[in-house]
């Protein structure tokens, strides 16, 4: 049975972080799937086909040996169930694990059929910079039946708000910094993804 990761992020855009998280999870399961999701709780930078080409460079960008990271956009759904349902129906001999970050920990136990979505996966917890995670918030995961575990793993301090906001290009990789200036993304920040790099993003 193989072990399968689930990936959905709503990164806007994807970052050096989220490029680490990804490669830490392909060196611990066989196969991780990837997608870009629209969270029903954030408001979206740009469009959920332009989040998923710069997750899709992400992916390309890094160097992995066990070349497992695959990216399934069709699984995309604002309801982690019916992505879930989805997969099952594609690797019907998975174990799935469905990976958050620690900031969505505080909010899990409000998503739509929670009680069956945890029934039908494991839940990894990615710590986040700035993100903790309060006991509480964990007791409850427990008492929906979730059987969960906290990844061993030290991400990057590497936000999309740090970009967005700030203008802090260190944070992207270069192959989505090009994308970024090719289509003039997020405004008066595509001209700091960096400014000496030509866009060469076909």
Known sequence: MNKIALFGTSADPPTAGHQTILKWLSEHYDLVIVWASDNPFKEHHTSLENRSKML??????????????????EL????SLLTIQKARNIWQDG??????????????????????????????????????????DLDALKNLGGNFSIATLNAPEASSTAY????????????????????????KNSELANPNLEATIG
Request: hydrophobic fraction near 40%; aromatic fraction near 8%; charge should be negative.
């Open 95 to 136: 174990e799935f694990t469905f990976v958050i970050g620690s900031d969505l920990v505080s909010q899990i136990s409000s998503w739509y059929h929670i009680e069956e979505l945890l029934s039908q996966v494991k839940i990894l917890v990615v710590p986040r910079p700035g993100y903790g995670m309060l006991e509480s």
């Open 164 to 187: 967005r906001l700030q203008g802090d290009h260190t944070v992207l990789t270069p192959a989505v910094a090009a994308y970024i200036n090719q289509q003039n993304l997020y405004e």
């Open 76 to 79: 995309s759904d604002r309801r």
């Open 56 to 73: 899709h460079l992400t992916i390309e960008e890094i160097d992995s040996a066990q070349d497992n990271i695959s990216l399934c956009q």
